[in-house]
C-alpha cells in the first residue's frame, strides 16, 4: 500500500518511548502521526503521511518545479494555470 | 486540499499530453510499477487520452498481489484460532485464499479487524494481554519501516503478545527481472514515488546502467504522472538512459535514512516468491533472527497447507504487464469485486479492481 497524503503538521511532542509524535492536519481531518523520521520538521511545515507515519517533508519550493516546467513549455497564453500558493 | 488539488488541473494536464503527442515518433513501451500509480492513470482517464502507440503497461506495483497464495492461507489458519486477534490493512481482508478469505473468517465468527496503522495493532495487543495479536505485515519499501516500527515498539514496551505475518517485498529487483525477461518489451519505467521517498533514487541507477533504459521517479497525482510519462518519452526519444526524478517535491536522492535505519535494524534481505512470477532472488524481507520471537508463521503452527488457485485467474500474466484485465475472460463476469478469482481484483491497489471500477471493459 503506497497510498501516502500531504497533511500540515499542527503539533509535535515526544511521547515515553522518545518518539516524536504529532497531529497532522488533511485538509480539515486531523490526525496522530508519527513524526520520528522528519526530526528536521517544525509546525506549519507539510509532511507526507503513511499508515500513520510521515515518511517525508514537501518542499514548497521543489512543489513549483512542474508549473514551471509548464511554463517553460512555451505558448500558455490564455491558460489559467493552478497556483500552487494558493490555499 | 494543498499540494494535491494543484496537480489535478485539466489545463495543465492538455499541456502535458500536448507535449507527449509531440515527442512520440515510433510505438513505446512504459511500465509504471505501483498500484497507486495504476489507479490514477484509470481513475482520471489518462491511460485513454494518451496516444495509441504509446502503451503504459502495469507491473507487479500491488503488494498485497503478489503474496504467495500459501502465506495467505497460513495467514487465514492463524486467523481461525480462538486466542488470535488477526490485524491487516483493509484490502488484504477479501484476497482469497484457497478455500475462504479473512473477511470469511470474521463473518464465522473469528476476530479479524483492519487497522490503518501497524501501531494500532500493537496498541490492542496492550489492551488485550490474554490473547494473541497478529498483524499482517505487508508491503513495499514504503511500508517496511511502519512494520518495522510496530515490532520495535512491542519489544521495547515487552509487549508478548504481539507478532506479524511478514509479506514485504523489493521494488528494484523486480524491474530487474522484467528488464532480464526474454519477452520483454518494456523500454522506460516510472519508478515508485513513495518507494523512493523512503529509498531515495540511488539504487535505480545500476539497473538503468545494466539494462540502458530510463527510469523516472513518478507521483501519484495526474499531473505527477503525465509529466513522468512524458520525461521518460524524452529520455528515449533522445536515446538517453539513466535515473531522473519528477516528483522532487517530496523524493530526495538519499531518501529517508531515519525511516531506513529502522528496517535495517529489524528486517535482513532474503530470497522472495512472487504470486504470478516466481522466485526473485533477494527480493524480500524477513525479521532477522534475534526478532524472530515476532513472527506469527514460526509462532504459530499451521501445518500442512495446500494450495489451489484458480485456473482461471491469469494474475501472472497481468503482474507481469503482457496482458490487460480487460483481455481475461473472467473480467466483470466469473471475476468482480464482489467474488474475486484473485488478488489484482480485489487489493486498492490492483489492476484489475481499477479497470473494472473505472469501466475499461475492452
New interface residues.
Given amino acids: 500500500m503506497c497510498l501516502a497524503v500531504p497533511g500540515k503538521v499542527i503539533e509535535a511532542a515526544e511521547n515515553p518511548l522518545g518518539m516524536t509524535m504529532g497531529t497532522v492536519d488533511f485538509g480539515g481531518i486531523r490526525k496522530e502521526v508519527c513524526l520520528a523520521w522528519v526530526p528536521e520538521v517544525e509546525v506549519g511545515d507539510y509532511v507526507l503521511v503513511h499508515v500513520g507515519f510521515a515518511i517525508g517533508t514537501i518542499d514548497e519550493e521543489e512543489a513549483r518545479a512542474v508549473f514551471e516546467t509548464l511554463r517553460e513549455m512555451g505558448d500558455l497564453e490564455g491558460l489559467e494555470l493552478a497556483d500552487p500558493e494558493a490555499p | 486540499?494543498?499540494?494535491?488539488?494543484?496537480?489535478r488541473?485539466e489545463?495543465?494536464a492538455s499541456?502535458?499530453l500536448d507535449?507527449i503527442r509531440g515527442t512520440l515518433t515510433r510505438p513505446r513501451t512504459v511500465m509504471e510499477i505501483?498500484?497507486?500509480q495504476t489507479h490514477t492513470l484509470v481513475k482520471s482517464g489518462i491511460d485513454r487520452m494518451l496516444p495509441e502507440e504509446l502503451s503504459v503497461v502495469h507491473g507487479p506495483?500491488c503488494?498485497?498481489c503478489v503474496t504467495p497464495l500459501e502465506q495467505i492461507d497460513r495467514a487465514i489458519a492463524i486467523a481461525r484460532r480462538p486466542e488470535v486477534i488477526f490485524t491487516s490493512?483493509g484490502?488484504m481482508l477479501r484476497v482469497p485464499g484457497s478455500d475462504d478469505d479473512l473477511l470469511g473468517i470474521k463473518a464465522a465468527g473469528g476476530d479479524v479487524r483492519m487497522v490503518?496503522?501497524?501501531?494500532?495493532a500493537v496498541k490492542l495487543a496492550q489492551a488485550n494481554p490474554e490473547r494473541q495479536v497478529v498483524f499482517f505485515a505487508?508491503?513495499?519499501e514504503?511500508?517496511a519501516?511502519?512494520n518495522a516500527?510496530a515490532v520495535w515498539?512491542a519489544r521495547?514496551?515487552g509487549v508478548e503478545n504481539f507478532s506479524i505475518v511478514c509479506s514485504h517485498v523489493l521494488v528494484p529487483p523486480a524491474i530487474d527481472a522484467i528488464l532480464s525477461s526474454p519477452e520483454n518489451r518494456v523500454e522506460g519505467f516510472l519508478a515508485?514515488g513513495?518507494?523512493c521517498?523512503?529509498m531515495g533514487t540511488r539504487e535505480y541507477a545500476p539497473i538503468a546502467d545494466r539494462h540502458r533504459v530510463p527510469i523516472v521517479v513518478t507521483g501519484?497525482e495526474p499531473?505527477?504522472l503525465l509529466?513522468g510519462i512524458w520525461m521518460t518519452l524524452c529520455a528515449l526519444e533522445e536515446g538517453r538512459y539513466g535515473v531522473e526524478n519528477q516528483y522532487?517535491?517530496?523524493?530526495?536522492p538519499e531518501g529517508?535514512r531515519?525511516?531506513r535505519a529502522v528496517v535495517e535494524q529489524l528486517f535482513e534481505v532474503c530470497d522472495r516468491r512472487w504470486r504470478g512470477i516466481g522466485t526473485i532472488p533477494e527480493s524480500g524481507l524477513r525479521l532477522r533472527p534475534e526478532f524472530g520471537s515476532f513472527d506469527a508463521e514460526k509462532r504459530f503452527e499451521v501445518g500442512d497447507i495446500v494450495t489451489e488457485e484458480s485456473p482461471l485467474c491469469i494474475a501472472g500474466q497481468i503482474l507481469q504487464g503482457v496482458a490487460k484485465p480487460s483481455a481475461c475472460s473472467q473480467f466483470g463476469t466469473g471475476c468482480t469485486p464482489e467474488h474475486p478469482l484473485g488478488a489484482p481484483m480485489v487489493s486498492?491497489?490492483g489492476a484489475c479492481a481499477a479497470y473494472h471500477r473505472y469501466g475499461r471493459v475492452t
Fill in positions: 486540499m494543498k499540494f494535491v488539488d494543484e496537480y488541473g489545463a495543465e499541456r502535458f507535449a505501483c498500484g497507486g506495483g503488494p498485497v490493512f484490502d490503518y496503522s501497524p501501531l494500532d505487508v508491503g513495499f514504503t511500508t519501516p511502519p516500527m515498539q521495547a514496551l515508485a513513495h518507494v521517498t523512503v501519484f499531473l505527477d509529466q522532487t517535491r517530496v523524493v530526495r529517508n531515519h525511516a486498492s491497489e
